[in-house]
């Protein structure tokens, strides 16, 4: 994350010159735009060489499409979070790009002018980031007891799940202890313990766990 004043670095990696354009438009209100790419080849060695903080990262494109160049982007340049760009509001492409290629954050293209500086604020801040016509659904199938499978062996509390259900949703520990009636200290304690259960490092790291393990918010 670009702390404090700094803006924040974006590379745009999409096949349409004019969606760049555009993204570029609305991006240099607030961020330094360090490069643009038409292909995941591209991409790969433009964030290589300028080392943004984020990347727009399209799906679709031609060559190393989207999904596998996010992949390699976490390998070869790790430091660089990747934002997912789709005309895709399926909650299958969200679950594959957050969980799969380990994207920070999925926008819809549709949404994507609207919505496109609070992803990138979102995301350098540590955070995950879902487009407003993705997140009901995802958020639903986190929270759907039809889905509640294993949880990767993981055995988590009635109040352990209410917590990372909500953490999901992007509640802070205070905004956590006001909707479920516990102190903050007591919520930060929960979010302590998930993220040792789920010998997770960040709270991107819970999330993609419960996307990725069907874990619910339990009844």
Do not use: W
Request: aromatic share 2%; net charge positive; proline share 3%.
């Amino acid at each position: 994350m670009a702390a404090g004043t700094e803006r924040i670095r974006v590379l745009i990696a999409d096949d349409h010159r004019l969606f760049r354009e555009a993204l570029r438009a609305v991006l240099e209100r607030e961020c330094e735009v360090v490069g643009e790419a038409a292909s995941g080849e591209e991409a790969l060695a433009l964030a290589a060489r300028t080392r943004p903080d984020i990347v727009l990262l399209d799906v679709g494109m031609p060559g190393v499409g989207g999904l596998n160049a996010a992949h390699r982007l976490a390998k070869q340049v790790p430091a660089s979070k990747v934002v997912m760009l789709s005309q895709h509001d399926d909650e299958e492409y969200v679950i594959e790009a957050m969980v799969e290629a380990g994207a920070a954050g999925y926008l819809v293209k549709t949404d994507a002018a609207a919505e496109l500086l609070s992803a990138l604020r979102a995301v350098a801040a540590g955070r995950l980031y879902l487009s407003s016509a993705v997140a009901p659904a995802v958020l639903a199938r986190l929270k759907n007891p039809a889905h509640a499978a294993a949880g990767g062996g993981v055995k988590l509390t009635r109040r352990e799940r209410e917590v990372l259900s909500l953490i999901g949703e992007g509640a802070t520990s205070k905004e956590i202890a006001a909707r479920l009636g516990i102190s903050p200290k007591t919520a930060q304690v929960h979010r302590d313990n998930l993220k040792r259960k789920l010998k997770a490092k960040s709270t991107a790291a819970m999330v993609r766990y419960a996307l990725k393990h069907k874990l619910i918010r339990a009844e």
